[in-house]
């Protein structure tokens, strides 16, 4: 069996590392996973080109499990997909795609390894969230936070003007989001839960307002630690990395695709660190 994870860039996944940690420890010396570079205008054709998938072809022939997808594809996705999870639907975003009788089922583990990362961080039930950020990542937690029992959330953005499709995300989970501007960060310092969905650097600036948060989950893995969750855990506050929601969204791929459920969560950690840290020190 085959599987791939596709998207722009794509260089620096570390899928790749995860899923074959994963196929090792688990036996399935006959899978592979693979990294397309991918756009949205190729993805249609890359797509069809995925033959014979799992439920087609001849007996012993290689097929296509499934794939990963990452930026820009998890929207543009949807409708080359035949059947959609309801929670891809809400989220507005595929991030898997598994190959089921010939057919493409989307569905997103974004949700699930968000949740995951903060329960094994300790954070389980917030009282109260504030989201940094309004793009496919920050559509995603809000998606977590309702299975977390949150029911509204405040979302602080560059432009407000630009957040409108993370706010019908939130319509459609039927969360009541309030919009502001990131410069109003001071206001919401007291919520239980920061999450920055920020790209690497961008929360830097807010490092000294966000020390005084409870708890903070940074979706950037590296470098890490980054400035806002050094004075986060310099202050006693709990923090959470991005690692830890990449981890666990590929744990629920590789449960998706080879249909198991006995996937080796430490082996791939171990695996994606060392890859990490190998990463951290080669040279420029």
Known sequence: MRAAVMGSPIAHSLSPFLHRAAYREMGLAGWSYEAFECDEARLPGLLGELTPVRGQGRAGEDAWAGLSLTMPLKRAVLPLL?????????????????????????????????????????VRAPRSAVVLGGGATAASTLAALRELGLHAATLL??????????????????????????????????????????????????????ARVPALFDVVYSPWPTRAAAAVAAAGGTVVGGFAMLLH??????????????????AMRAAGEAEIRRRATAPA
């Open 157 to 210: 953005v560059r432009e407000p003007a630009r957040a409108g499709g993370t706010a019908e995300v939130a319509e459609r989970l039927g969360m009541a989001l309030a919009v502001e501007t990131l410069d109003k960060l001071d206001v919401f310092t007291g919520a239980d839960l920061v999450v920055s969905t920020l790209p690497g650097g961008a929360a830097d600036p807010f490092a000294d307002r966000l």
């Open 82 to 122: 035949d059947t959609v999870s309801e929670l891809a639907v809400e989220v507005g975003g595929a991030n898997t795609v598994v190959f089921r009788e010939g057919r493409r089922h989307g569905d997103n583990t974004d949700v699930y390894g968000i949740v995951r990362a903060l329960a094994e961080a300790g």
């Open 249 to 266: 969204q590929a744990v629920r791929q590789v449960e998706l695709m080879t249909g198991r459920t006995d996937v080796p969560v430490e």
